[in-house]
């Protein structure tokens, strides 16, 4: 049994005009299909990626599409359904009884999906007052953020003026940077002084590396973000292990965002600080070893790879017990609803 959760394909930039008013591209006209739509190189790598899966699980796949055996979920955002439609279109190309019109290689598979506000699970933490309270007071506490902001006080300052706004936030400077970032995919003409900010290993990555740990960096601020997914996951590995799930599906496959696994991954202990490149996944396997011994393994392919080694999970190793995961991330599972975890504490 495996749980994927993947980040959508190329997209192209999101609006920040406050953020941003000298931006050259900040006309949507520059942006073929409008601002963060799913490109056709992202609808490419989906395909690519739904072809690696048929590769690496096609015995748990088998050689049908089955909704028995596959369930696929995605954040109600458009990159993210198209995302996972140009996945299933590399996942599961029809076979001949399957075709149902010869000019289109292709077959409908559902896709699952729920209104932003109230995915728990994928776009956590949603509304969520305590978060919101917790994630407020880590970036103006943490002493890392703080250090980080009084080294670059000049950088921020220019690059502030070359923006056309200040700069005030530890947010709006990582925002800044996946903007900027996002031009020089597209292959835009950038401005001198962007092509410094954006360059490998600088400052301004520096931000956006740190933005993705800050999310999820205390226990609180992990169980409200990643504790939903973590704790659906880990219960329908439980099931499969004890034989009560039903349907006794064997993939789970979750069209998402680059926080969602940005997220999932520091709250796991395996992260190492970076972007999520698009239609990057990461695996979590579940393998049964002998009659009754079962165990979990954790994989991340950031972009081809076709052999992917096993993470290692902090105080367990590269297999562990679903017993052991749950005595590890035990704090920052919820036991509660979401409404009752996300109340500010009296």
Not at 40 to 54: D, V
Not at 104 to 126: E, F, N, S
Not at 311 to 328: A, D, F, R, V
């Given at each position: 049994m495996c749980k994927f959760i993947y980040r959508h394909g190329h997209r192209n930039v999101r609006s920040f005009p406050k953020l941003y008013p000298n931006d050259p591209y900040i006309n949507e006209t520059h942006w073929p299909g409008g601002f963060e739509a799913l490109t056709n190189e992202?609808?490419?790598?989906?395909?690519?990626?739904?072809?690696?899966?048929?590769?690496?699980?096609?015995?748990?796949?088998?050689?049908?599409?089955?909704?028995?055996?596959?369930?696929?979920?995605?954040?109600?955002?458009?990159?993210?359904?198209?995302?996972?439609?140009?996945?299933?279109?590399?996942?599961?190309?029809?076979?001949?009884?399957?075709?149902?019109?010869?000019?289109?290689?292709?077959?409908p598979i559902p896709v699952h999906t729920m209104p932003l506000k109230l995915d728990y699970v994928l776009r956590a933490p949603g509304d969520c007052p305590r978060y919101s309270a917790a994630l407020k007071k880590y970036k103006n506490e943490s002493p890392e953020v703080l250090r980080i902001l009084k080294e670059n006080r000049e950088n921020i300052l220019y690059w502030s003026k070359m923006c056309g706004s200040n700069l005030s936030n530890f947010d709006d400077i990582s925002r800044l940077y996946v903007v900027l970032n996002m031009q020089?995919?597209?292959?835009?003409?950038?401005?001198?002084?962007?092509?410094?900010?954006?360059?490998?290993?600088?400052?301004?990555?520096?931000?956006?590396?740190?933005?993705?740990?800050?999310?999820?960096?205390?226990?609180?601020?992990?169980?409200?973000?990643?504790?939903?997914?973590?704790?659906?996951?880990?219960?329908r590995f439980?099931?499969?292990?004890?034989?009560?799930l039903e349907p006794n599906r064997s993939l789970w496959f979750y069209s998402a965002h680059e926080t969602g696994m940005g997220a999932l991954m520091n709250s796991l202990g395996v992260f190492e600080p970076h972007v999520p490149p698009f239609a990057s996944s990461v695996h979590l396997e579940l393998y049964k070893n002998g009659?009754?011994?079962?165990?979990?393994?954790?994989?991340?392919?950031?972009?081809?790879?076709?052999?992917?080694?096993?993470?290692?999970?902090?105080?367990?190793?590269?297999?562990?017990?679903?017993?052991?995961?749950?005595?590890?991330?035990?704090?920052?599972?919820?036991?509660?609803?979401?409404?009752?975890?996300?109340?500010?504490?009296?």
């Amino acid at each position: 049994m495996c749980k994927f959760i993947y980040r959508h394909g190329h997209r192209n930039v999101r609006s920040f005009p406050k953020l941003y008013p000298n931006d050259p591209y900040i006309n949507e006209t520059h942006w073929p299909g409008g601002f963060e739509a799913l490109t056709n190189e992202g609808k490419r790598q989906q395909f690519k990626l739904g072809q690696y899966f048929r590769r690496r699980y096609h015995k748990l796949l088998g050689d049908k599409y089955s909704p028995k055996r596959v369930y696929v979920r995605s954040t109600d955002k458009d990159r993210t359904l198209m995302s996972a439609l140009a996945n299933l279109a590399g996942l599961f190309p029809p076979h001949a009884e399957e075709k149902w019109n010869e000019d289109i290689a292709w077959q409908p598979i559902p896709v699952h999906t729920m209104p932003l506000k109230l995915d728990y699970v994928l776009r956590a933490p949603g509304d969520c007052p305590r978060y919101s309270a917790a994630l407020k007071k880590y970036k103006n506490e943490s002493p890392e953020v703080l250090r980080i902001l009084k080294e670059n006080r000049e950088n921020i300052l220019y690059w502030s003026k070359m923006c056309g706004s200040n700069l005030s936030n530890f947010d709006d400077i990582s925002r800044l940077y996946v903007v900027l970032n996002m031009q020089r995919h597209h292959n835009k003409t950038l401005p001198d002084w962007v092509i410094k900010a954006i360059e490998p290993n600088g400052a301004l990555e520096a931000f956006a590396h740190m933005w993705f740990t800050t999310l999820s960096n205390t226990k609180e601020l992990a169980r409200l973000i990643s504790g939903f997914l973590i704790k659906e996951m880990f219960e329908r590995f439980a099931q499969k292990i004890n034989s009560t799930l039903e349907p006794n599906r064997s993939l789970w496959f979750y069209s998402a965002h680059e926080t969602g696994m940005g997220a999932l991954m520091n709250s796991l202990g395996v992260f190492e600080p970076h972007v999520p490149p698009f239609a990057s996944s990461v695996h979590l396997e579940l393998y049964k070893n002998g009659e009754q011994e079962h165990y979990i393994q954790i994989f991340y392919r950031k972009s081809d790879e076709e052999v992917l080694l096993p993470l290692n999970i902090p105080n367990c190793g590269e297999k562990c017990s679903l017993n052991q995961l749950y005595k590890l991330y035990n704090d920052i599972i919820p036991d509660r609803d979401h409404d009752t975890e996300c109340r500010l504490p009296k």
